[in-house]
């Protein structure tokens, strides 16, 4: 990554760009399918576990100023287990990039481009990546700033819009498919939460470290609001039945939107928003794979890097043969990915490093 | 010349050179303010300059730029509270110039500027010498080049290039009702067509049935693609805004009217194009006219013909990316170490001077991008007549 600095607003749109990117496609889906009419109130408790489980990761990494999550793996095994850690989250990444960008290309084929190969829809999203890649790090930054707060606006544009058509009957019952289902099951929900692996990599690129803490709950407090929004507004509108086999269902809910005469069908004004937030989740995903890259390889010039990344990226996305796999692929195994990367592997790797951390000071105190 | 004490006098010639003498600006008109404007002459804006300015610490140094021509370069800042790197950086940039000759500020703004991505400007050229006095007074440095009627401010930022000095003559509420008019301007300058050719062939669901089915009854007889109509009309325009600054003056409004309304309403009626491609057309042209500086003006015009075809292909995918790729460049540069999109991103506190103007009496401090030694400008209680009455009364 370019030795410049971040700001505190820029590092919390960072991870507000994962949760963007997923929420388009079928994260409030597949939170609605799994707790019903609970959703809202699922939501808010795996909240409050994520904001305990940032605050958690913030005083894990207080420890180690100035180092990632990478740095921090060498610390605990040497440089094969830095080597190892670091493979793990560049394919997370990698994955979680293509798999992404091979649903929403295909949501987009079957909206506006039927007639479209999926390779063409795919490229037009990698070839301007690279081009924004090559740019310094603190143009990716500046470009969530702008274009993430336009994001946040539409979805409480598309709430308030929508009103009209809610049917606020459709929270009951409450505790949905009952409370085991809400709270024990659902606990599986913290994968919506998966800005949070952003967290492991921000400490280095901080301009003001000591505002990590302020970063981590607000990320996470708008991420939540941003998902109670999104699933309510589909929550209110649809009944489960449609819900559950929409391909986009908040480009559906965008599609009620009516002001007046005039203004209708306006969910192709909310998809340029929506496509502006993608590419920039692909740029920022992007660019953290080719950091971590750099930093296990020692590699001096990492701009050719981008290419191959990006071509890994176009490729991998090409991988399944039609959408149901890539859906599914989306719906069943990321959520387990995210669960184990970013909350599982992040937050052990964290813990055994402070233990570690503190055997040898009370060795060093001993001695 | 007499010396007092000495016993013998000089006979000095003095010899002058015939030059323009101080007229009105031509392309920075405002309806309040000072109808004053640069000449060629060095001489002559300096110390125009330094009426306006009037102060001790405005600082004048001249660089001389180019092994041949040696073309006088008036660097000028306020010394009391002109952050010292932006000047230190902007002289040696000047001396640094390993060229033959410079004749005009618009080549010197080339081979000072950072980069030259996608052609967007990041210094700004003035005309008008209060323009210049007002942004010395906000701890820019201005660069004056022998021989061109304009000055160079520097740094300048994307918000400097849709302010007009007019703005600063109105209330805020005008001037800033003003200000969103540009932003808007922009917007339809650099999208109109791309959305127009976006929304015909891809997104028809927007257009109200009525509307849509007006646009398609006006294409009926077109017989080209719409690229072609499109492109067709736009390369038009230019040809046209080309032409009138071309032809002597008596005849140029002339040809501006001819080529617009008489060609327009023939194409119309041949059934080349279809009408309300005309009006977009003139919208795109008459916002291109409401962004003050010439520079930023044209890369947006220049820009989108890249938004046209990027709509015809793709539609508001194509749009969208369109718009990444150029924010992510806007982002991506710097104007003399100053981020180019600031106050916007990154987020700072432009402690009122962002790009929506507070009232007068709340623009105490110089921008803090600008760094500047003497961060207030003006008390926090400006207007004392006001607020401090004398004893008695």
Same mark, same amino acid.
């Given at each position: ?56 990761? !913030? ?19 040497? *440089? ?11 394919? !997370? ?8 960008? +091979? ?38 930054? *500046? ?74 709950? $607000? ?36 599609? !009620? ?7 209708? +069908? ?54 399944? *043969?039609?959408?149901? $796999? ?42 | ?10 006979? #000095? ?12 600006? @031509? ?19 300096? =110390? ?18 180019? %092994? ?14 002109? @952050? ?19 004749? =005009? ?9 950072? =980069? ?54 109105? %209330? ?29 062939? &891809? ?53 501006? #009217? ?17 009408? #309300? ?47 990444? #790729?150029?924010? =992510? ?21 432009? %402690? ?21 030694? %003497? ?15 004398? &004893?008695?009364?």
């Amino acid at each position: 990554m370019s030795k410049s600095k971040i700001g505190t607003v820029e590092a919390i749109m960072i991870i507000l760009t994962i949760i963007v990117a997923h929420t388009i496609l079928s994260l409030p889906k597949n939170i609605l399918t799994s707790m019903k009419s609970a959703s809202i109130l699922n939501l808010i408790y795996v909240s409050i576990i994520v904001v305990a489980l940032g605050y958690l990761i !913030y005083r894990l990494l207080k420890n180690f100023p100035g180092l990632d999550i990478v740095d921090i793996s060498e610390l605990i095994g040497g *440089k094969v287990f830095k080597n190892i850690i670091g493979t793990i989250f560049m394919v !997370y990444f990698v994955i979680s990039a293509s798999m992404l960008l +091979r649903n929403f290309s295909e949501s987009l084929k079957v909206i506006y481009y039927p007639m479209t190969d999926i390779f063409f829809i795919v490229a037009f999203f990698i070839i301007p990546v690279c081009y924004a890649n090559r740019l310094d790090f603190n143009a990716t930054s *500046k470009t969530n700033l702008i274009v993430v707060p336009v994001v946040l606006v539409a979805i409480v544009v598309l709430f308030a819009t929508n009103m009209k058509q809610f049917s606020l009957q459709k929270m009951f019952p409450i505790f949905g498919e009952g409370v085991v289902n809400t709270f024990f099951l659902g606990l599986s929900n913290i994968s919506a939460f998966g800005g949070i692996v952003y967290l492991y990599f921000l400490p280095p690129l901080l301009k003001e470290p000591e505002k990590m803490k302020k970063i981590t709950l $607000i990320s996470i407090g708008i991420t939540a609001l941003y998902l109670i929004l999104s699933v309510a507004t589909l929550l209110f509108i649809f009944s489960f039945f449609i819900t559950t086999d929409e391909i986009t269902p908040l480009y559906n809910a965008t599609r !009620y939107i009516e002001l007046g005469d005039f203004f209708q +069908r306006l969910e192709s004004v909310f998809l340029i928003i929506w496509i502006l937030a993608f590419a920039c989740y692909l740029s920022t995903i992007s660019r953290f794979s080719v950091s971590v890259f750099k930093k296990i390889t020692n590699v001096d010039n990492s701009k050719p890097l981008i290419d191959i990344f990006g071509l890994l990226i176009l490729g991998l996305s090409l991988v399944p *043969k039609n959408y149901a $796999i890539s859906q599914s692929f989306e719906n069943t195994i990321y959520p387990h990915l995210v669960i184990a990367v970013a909350f599982f592997l992040g937050i052990g790797l964290l813990v055994i490093a402070n233990l570690k951390r503190r055997k040898e000071s009370r060795h060093e105190k001993i001695y | 010349m007499f010396i007092d004490t000495l016993d013998q006098a000089f006979d #000095i010639e003095v010899k002058g050179f015939k030059q323009r003498s101080i007229d009105t600006p @031509n392309n920075e008109v405002v309806i309040k303010g000072p109808n004053e404007a640069f000449v060629e002459n060095i001489r002559t804006n300096t =110390s125009i300059l330094r009426r306006i300015v009037n102060n001790e610490n405005l600082i004048i140094e001249n660089i001389e730029v180019g %092994k041949i021509t040696k073309t006088k370069c008036a660097v000028c800042y306020i010394q009391d509270f002109t @952050n010292q790197d932006l000047i230190n950086e902007v002289k040696y940039r000047l001396n640094n110039l390993d060229i033959d000759s410079l004749f =005009s500020a618009g080549e010197l703004e080339q081979f000072i500027c950072d =980069s030259n991505i996608f052609g967007i400007p990041q210094t700004m050229a003035t005309e008008r010498p209060d323009k210049a006095a007002k942004y010395l007074l906000k701890g820019r440095v201005i660069v004056i080049v022998n021989g061109t009627p304009y000055g160079i401010i520097m740094p300048s930022i994307l918000i400097d290039f849709l302010s007009s000095s007019e703005d600063t003559n109105l %209330k805020p509420n005008f001037s800033n009702f003003l200000r969103i008019l540009r932003v808007i301007s922009s917007f339809l300058t650099l999208l109109l067509p791309g959305l127009y050719i976006a929304v015909t062939s &891809f997104h028809q669901e927007i257009l109200p049935t009525s509307l849509m089915f007006s646009i398609l009854g006006s294409r009926e007889n077109v017989p080209f693609p719409i690229i072609v109509e499109i492109l067709l009309m736009e390369f038009s325009f230019e040809l046209i805004r080309e032409a009138g600054l071309r032809v002597p003056s008596p005849i140029g409004p002339t040809i501006g #009217i001819v080529g617009a309304l008489v060609l327009g309403q023939a194409a119309v009626s041949a059934g080349i194009v279809s009408p #309300i491609l005309i009006i977009i057309v003139a919208i795109t042209g008459i916002a291109s006219f409401a962004i003050p500086d010439f520079t930023f003006g044209f890369h947006l015009r220049y820009f989108r013909f890249a938004f046209i075809l990027l709509g015809f292909m793709a539609g508001f995918l194509g749009i969208s990316i369109g718009l990444f #790729i150029y924010i =992510s460049a806007l982002c991506s540069i710097h104007s003399f170490g100053v981020p180019f999109t600031t106050p916007f991103a990154p987020v700072t506190d432009s %402690k009122g001077n962002g790009y929506l103007l507070s009232p007068i009496w709340k623009r105490e401090y110089r921008p803090p991008y600008m760094s500047t030694e %003497k961060p207030k400008e003006q008390d926090s209680i400006s207007m004392k007549w006001k607020f401090f009455k004398p &004893f008695g009364k």
